[in-house]
T-cell receptor, first 110, second 112 residues
Framework: EDQVTQSPEALRLQEGESSSLNCSYT??????LFWYRQDPGKGPEFLFT?????EEKEKERLKATLTKKESFLHITAPKPEDSATYLC???????????WGAGTKLIIKP | NAGVTQTPKFQVLKTGQSMTLQCAQD?????MYWYRQDPGMGLRLIYY???????DKGEVPNGYNVSRLNKREFSLRLESAAPSQTSVYFC???????????FGPGTRLTVL
């Protein structure tokens, strides 16, 4: 069964304290892995797509990496405005159906 | 561009009542999706429409119906609401050029 697991469920950091969020997956054939950010009361906002092991994408303080079993979202020197829930999803078919993880709630304290 | 819009933003229903959630996108996207989001769980796909005129079931279609009215609009109908359908509902669209989906602001539905 296709499955996506995110850890930790919640992460509290001090401003400037770098860390990583994990997304592990078991799928029959990975067609793409997506990272989204979700603020309270809003819809998910697209961040990155990764397609093959070894691929990396960066945007401001965020960097996403991909291996054959998991993806990491590295956050460097975070600021309070980076506080949000980060969602990971994998594409499982040609119709771009996505299997979603439950998310990691990131809180950055000033 | 407004992107993906959803109405209403909030709704309270009694068990057995029906309602339709509306979704529209102005990005000329081919594919549209309806998800529900429950605490502690990932987004779950209810129905999707790969292109105008087609709809398919997702992971949790029971109790729902959809209509792809035209390329812009994709509605979700609850014929007889149940408390288990209390959730936040998101509509999304995808261009066809890439896999990323663009989401609306959501509808928070409570069924009493």
């Amino acid at each position: 069964e296709d499955q996506v697991t995110q850890s930790p469920e919640a992460l509290r950091l001090q401003e400037g304290e770098s860390s990583s969020l994990n997304c592990s997956y078991t799928v029959s054939g990975l067609r793409g892995l997506f990272w989204y950010r979700q603020d309270p009361g809003k819809g998910p906002e697209f961040l990155f797509t990764l397609y093959s092991a070894g691929e990396e994408k960066e945007k401001e303080r965020l960097k996403a990496t991909l291996t054959k079993k998991e993806s990491f979202l590295h956050i460097t020197a975070p600021k309070p405005e980076d506080s949000a829930t980060y969602l990971c999803a994998v594409q499982v078919d040609s119709n771009y159906q996505l299997i979603w993880g439950a998310g990691t709630k990131l809180i950055i304290k000033p | 561009n407004a992107g993906v819009t959803q109405t209403p933003k909030f709704q309270v229903l009694k068990t057995g009542q029906s309602m339709t959630l509306q979704c529209a996108q102005d990005m000329n996207h081919n594919s549209m999706y309806w998800y529900r989001q429950d605490p502690g769980m990932g987004l779950r796909l209810i129905y999707y429409s790969a292109s105008e005129g087609t709809t398919d079931k997702g992971e949790v279609p029971n109790g729902y119906n959809v209509s792809r009215l035209n390329k812009r609009e994709f509605s979700l109908r609850l014929e007889s609401a149940a408390p288990s359908q209390t959730s936040v509902y998101f509509c999304a669209s995808r261009s066809g050029q890439g896999g990323e989906q663009f989401f609306g602001p959501g509808t928070r539905l409570t069924v009493l």
